[in-house]
């Protein structure tokens, strides 16, 4: 849906291929923050600045290759499948970052915390699998999705970044545990990255996101 929005149509004239449709976002006032060294954030923002790049770029070649009649080619294939991976390592850098700078802690009787309730039993039980998912070894994501079907929240395990995504699902909360995530501050104690994560939570801006 989002694509329909942002990339041209394609049309039979010589109009050029559009340009860059993404700009990254500058999150540099989350330096500073608690059991986070500025090395480490800013290299992750450069590594963000990349996907970025990368999606613009993948979409500009493959708009200029359907333009011009090369969609059934091998080279469009592949490109096409390296799109889901450069666009989803730009956004859910997006929800990641937008996720941190938190300083006031959850509102227990809040919107959010009495969801949890509701779909978990208790906050604990869901910040306790919402960890583990985390935890788990391998490298990507636990993402806490709400199944805009139903309304329901699940916990899920992001393998990569184009993969497992559940369908129809809205991202709640997004947690990056790739190593260049953590290791250059906490080398491989994910636990205590985790911890600081969650630290860190901007609980307003994941409530902005349930529905
Ligand atoms: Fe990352």
Known sequence: M????????????????????????DYSKLIGMGGFSETLLKNHFTLYQGYVTNTNKVMDILNQMLKDGKTGTPEYAELKRRFGWEFNGMRLHEYYFENLGGKDGINREGKFARKITEDFGNFETWEKDFKAVGAMRGIGWAALYQDQMNGKMANFWINEHDVSHPAGCNPLLIMDVFEHAFMIDYGLKRADYIDAFFKNINWSAVEARLK
């Not at 989002?2 to 976002?25: C, F, G, N, R, W």
């Open 2 to 25: 989002l694509l329909s929005k942002t990339v041209p149509l394609i049309d039979t004239s010589e109009k050029e291929v559009s340009a860059m449709q993404y700009t990254a976002k």
